[in-house]
């Protein structure tokens, strides 16, 4: 089981960080440029990430064709044995990909939709996929947890995993683990989320006073 932080707040994500409640950091560059950064601060962050316990930090790397992606690559690859690149499933992105599987870099194939590009992902050996599983919803009207389910059942025999993005909700936690997705991406906010609920809230408090009379 794997929770990885998909933010630039850079604070939050230390603290999630420190307290061993993410394995790591995801982003791309509309979360990034929210937060007003860019290429230019990975070096920076990357550092942060690692010095508050991240074991995987994920960057997006860009251009018009494969070799300029790989090019790219070369920038984010350079700050440590941590980093997983990030491509989306074009077809220059899945070309780069092979090149950087290649060249033992592990990489995650971004803004996967179909199950065939899932498979594609595969071929080019992929470390990760990375549907949208909030974008799908939104797209289709209907409950995405089918498709992601059969990309899942369809690289049961890779070495290529899920890792699940756009997760807005613990319900859609929930519905992605019974169809045996075990790794998941989320803002803060989500993750917050999953930890809390009223009714362990109210036992806590339970057992806090209960302690507090005999100790």
Known sequence: MRFYADSADVERVEALLRAGLVSGVTSNPAILDRADRGAGDFPELYSRYVDAGAEEVFFQTWGSDAPEMVRNASRITGLGDRVVVKLTATRAGFSAAAALHRAGVPTLVTAVNTVAQAAVAAQVGATWIAPYFGQIADRTGAPPVELVGAMHAALRDTPTQVLLASVRSPLAVEQALAVGITAFTAHPDVLDACLT?????????????LMLRRA
């Open 197 to 209: 609920d009223e009714n362990t809230e109210r036992a806590h408090a339970t057992f806090e006073e």
